[in-house]
């Protein structure tokens, strides 16, 4: 299997978030709700996201982001591929074999190239 880029797991975790497992769905969800709370600083509002499960304080969660966000987006889409190589699709624009934005897109965000 190729390596796999930071473009590609962007895409596959942004178009196949659905074949994230539940652990990969909690650690994602405590990493934004991380990044919501540091803009705020609020107590009261850390402890109500504690309590709703948006933030996680299981080590096995937190074990996921603890190399980082950009390396859980590597291994999460890595996982997904690899339990799923039938589902993801990498949408290749046919002049230039870049990735397209969306597994949809039918223009190329690199070259211009449209195949409507
Ligand atoms: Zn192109």
């Known amino acids: 299997m190729e390596d796999i880029t930071i473009e590609k797991a962007d895409y596959i975790v942004a178009h196949y978030a659905h074949l994230m497992n539940l652990e990969e769905r909690?650690?994602?969800?405590?990493?934004?709700?991380?990044?919501?709370?540091?803009?705020?600083?609020?107590?009261?509002?850390?402890?109500?996201?504690l309590k709703t499960g948006w933030l996680s304080d299981d080590p096995l969660i937190l074990n996921?982001?603890?190399?980082?966000?950009?390396?859980?987006?590597?291994?999460c889409a890595e996982r997904i591929l690899k339990d799923n190589p039938d589902e993801?699709?990498?949408?290749?624009?046919?002049?230039?074999?870049?990735?397209?934005?969306?597994?949809?897109?039918?223009?190329?965000?690199?070259?211009?190239?449209?195949?409507?």
């Open 64 to 75: 996921y982001l603890s190399e980082g966000y950009i390396q859980f987006t590597l291994n």
């Open 88 to 116: 993801v699709f990498f949408n290749l624009c046919p002049v230039c074999k870049k990735l397209a934005r969306t597994p949809f897109a039918k223009q190329c965000r690199w070259c211009g190239h449209d195949w409507h």
């Open 26 to 49: 909690k650690a994602l969800r405590h990493h934004i709700s991380t990044l919501k709370l540091d803009e705020t600083k609020d107590v009261r509002l850390t402890r109500v996201y």
